[in-house]
Nanobody, 123 residues
Framework: QVQLVESGGGSVQAGGSLRLSCALFRYTFSGGCMGWFRQAPGEEREEVARILSDGRTNYTDSVQGRFTISQDNANNALYLQMNALKPEDTGMYYC?????????????????WGRGTRVTVSS
């Protein structure tokens, strides 16, 4: 059974950095796409960053230039480096892996999801 486990969340002050990790178990990196989502209290879940099988990345406007998504196929891991954090980055962060070959966008019903790691940024 595929399992995704996030780690690296915590509490930081505005301007600080965090690096989120997602360990993927029993998941085959083969043409799919992966990403990070977040959900702030009272808000809908939104995609933060996405990485495709060819290495192309995409970021939501609010994190462009501050966050970097990367993957390590050899170690079955996905990362999100978050710099210059702002209070509005606060939320639960989830990693997702969509195994559909050639996917360019993660579909909730197709993807595997982790349980999340909490990020709190104080002003």
């Amino acid at each position: 059974q595929v399992q995704l486990v996030e780690s690296g969340g915590g509490s930081v002050q505005a301007g600080g950095s965090l690096r989120l990790s997602c360990a993927l178990f029993r998941y085959t990196f083969s043409g799919g796409c992966m990403g990070w989502f977040r959900q702030a209290p009272g808000e809908e879940r939104e995609e933060v960053a996405r990485i495709l099988s060819d290495g192309r990345t995409n970021y939501t406007d609010s994190v462009q230039g501050r966050f970097t998504i990367s993957q390590d196929n050899a170690n079955n891991a996905l990362y999100l480096q978050m710099n210059a954090l702002k209070p509005e980055d606060t939320g639960m962060y989830y990693c997702a892996a969509d195994p559909r070959f050639g996917c360019v966008r993660i579909l909730g019903q197709s993807a595997f999801w982790g349980r999340g790691t909490r990020v709190t940024v104080s002003s």
